[in-house]
């Protein structure tokens, strides 16, 4: 593991100005159900999200943001189809590799803060896909399958914003589903509320995720169900390729989004998104039609 003096870090506002933090928690590992309660500081850290230090300064979380701003993300790398029963909802067979797209790091979106939804991308298309998310502690490349886990800085919970239309519509996409742009508009990768060391989750197989829209459950399945585990992710996608310091890697999302229900229940204009996963806590968004 990438070694941080750090267990759970957070990016929060104090009196008008953004501080990063780890949070000062008791029984609720939850940032966000703890800033909800109310009255929940942080210890102020100096330096960035990589080499930061731990001093013993608190603060109040005003406001709590996403972990991770767009300047810390060179790029976020996406693995599709990566949940057995998503894949049986698509009908589809499980792919022999890794399925990857990219999305810029203009995507990157705090928690809390609303999600703009452009005009092109508005009607009966608009998906959500709650995720787990590996956030690169060093820059490698060709990392050895059983050495991946090293290369982690920490995991949270994210948001992999989807407009069906531009992603499978022939009308749109063609005769190939394309991926990338229906994924990538601004703000389309919520991520928080916060990011959890890897000494706090040696094992990211051992999680559950759950997504509610507007409360309701819609996903609700462990991280176990992943075809394709963390390790021979890292592995696969830095084979010729150099995996930078602060890439954020979507695992892949699990069955219940909206696109594969009989009668699809896509997101409209002020829906509430929330993506909890264990041990990270609940990412919440509101979508919000420009």
Same mark, same amino acid.
């Given at each position: ?31 966000? @159900? ?42 976020? @790398? ?6 057995? @029963? ?145 390790? @021979? ?58």
């Amino acid at each position: 593991m990438t070694t941080v003096p750090w267990k759970r870090l957070i990016r929060f506002v104090n009196n008008g100005k953004i501080y990063l933090g780890e949070p000062v928690l008791a029984s609720e590992v939850d940032v966000a @159900k703890a800033h909800a309660q109310g009255g929940l500081k942080a210890r102020v850290i100096q330096g960035s999200v990589f080499d930061g230090k731990v001093t013993d300064e608190e603060l109040a979380v005003d406001e709590l943001l996403g972990p991770l701003t767009a300047a810390d993300v060179p790029l976020i @790398k996406c693995v599709g189809l990566n949940y057995m @029963k998503h894949i049986k909802e698509g009908g589809r067979t499980p792919p022999p590799y890794p399925s990857i797209f990219y999305k810029p790091s203009t995507c990157v979106a705090d928690h809390s803060r609303p999600v703009p939804i452009p005009k092109l991308a508005q009607e009966n298309q608009l998906d959500y896909e709650g995720e787990l998310c590996v956030v690169i502690g060093k820059t490698g490349k060709n990392i050895r399958e059983e050495d991946a886990l090293s290369y982690v800085l920490g995991y949270t919970s994210g948001n992999d914003v989807s407009a069906r239309t531009w992603q499978r519509d022939p009308k749109y996409a063609g005769g190939v589903p394309q991926w990338c742009f229906s994924k990538s508009f601004d703000k389309y990768a919520p991520l928080g509320p916060q990011l959890v060391s890897s000494e706090v989750i040696p094992d990211p197989s051992k999680l559950h995720l759950q997504t509610r829209v507007n409360g309701e459950v819609r996903q609700d399945t462990p991280t176990d169900d992943l075809l394709f585990n963390v390790p @021979k992710i890292i592995s696969f996608i830095s084979q010729g390729t150099t995996l930078e310091k602060g890439t954020v890697i979507m695992t892949g999302t699990p069955s219940g989004v909206a696109m594969g229900m009989p009668t699809p229940k896509y997101l409209n204009d002020g829906d509430v998104v929330e993506v909890e996963i264990s041990e990270i806590g609940t990412l919440s968004n509101t979508m919000k039609f420009e």
